[in-house]
Nanobody, 121 residues
């Protein structure tokens, strides 16, 4: 049974940093893309970043230059380093498994339960 478990969320001030982790188990991940999405209250879930099996990375314009996605194949873990955080980054962050560098959440088949990130102004 595939499981994705996010951790590392919390409350941080504007300009601060957080590192999210997503531990994957119960399935194959090394040949898949692993992505991060986020959903703020009253808004649709949006793409944040994704990383492929060869460490190729893709980012939403809103986080480019501030966020860094990476993965440790041996540990089946994906990370999202978030720097220079802004109040508009406040959301529940989800990791998910996908078949390609897709920005559409429908292209991802397994999802974690999410971790809350709150950035205070």
């Amino acid at each position: 049974q595939v499981q994705l478990v996010e951790s590392g969320g919390g409350l941080v001030q504007t300009g601060g940093s957080l590192r999210l982790s997503c531990a994957a188990s119960g399935g194959t991940f090394s040949s898949y893309f692993m992505g991060w999405f986020r959903q703020a209250p009253g808004k649709e879930r949006e793409f944040v970043a994704t990383v492929g099996w060869s460490a190729d990375t893709y980012y939403a314009d809103s986080v480019k230059g501030r966020f860094t996605i990476s993965r440790d194949i041996a540990k089946n873990t994906v990370y999202l380093q978030m720097n220079s955080l802004k109040p508009e980054d406040t959301a529940v962050y989800y990791c998910a498994r996908g078949t390609g560098p897709w920005r559409n959440s429908r292209q991802y088949d397994y999802w974690g339960q999410g971790t809350q990130v709150t950035v205070s102004s």
